[in-house]
């Protein structure tokens, strides 16, 4: 799968009673994204740091990252710093991954194309 499939999707709201993906799965959709996105050792978290040379240009970032995580429904946790911002994703109401996680992590991978 393409990121621009990926990122053609909605995210479907996840409430819980669904299975987090597997580990083959996740890897399958990570594949299709940014190759600085990282699964967590445990497969519940997808991560990725973005640099950026200001940090004006870091806010910008990650407002633009909440206005993509407010419009899927789908939101990330984000460290953000002077020159960076870490997005890691999650479906917390599963404790893993989903398709959601990966859909917005490539609507992310367009914001910085």
Known sequence: ????????????????????LTQDAAQELQAALHDDWQLSADGKWLSRRFDFERFTQT?????????????????????????FCVV????????????NDFICAAKVDRLVA
């Open 1 to 20: 799968m393409s990121d621009q499939r990926l990122s053609n999707k909605k995210c479907v709201p996840c409430e819980g009673g669904v299975d987090p």
């Open 59 to 83: 806010m910008g970032f990650a407002n633009a990252v909440a206005w993509v995580a407010e419009s899927e429904g789908h939101h990330p946790d984000m460290e953000l710093a002077y020159r």
């Open 88 to 99: 890691k994703w999650t479906t917390h109401a599963i404790n893993g991954l989903s398709e």
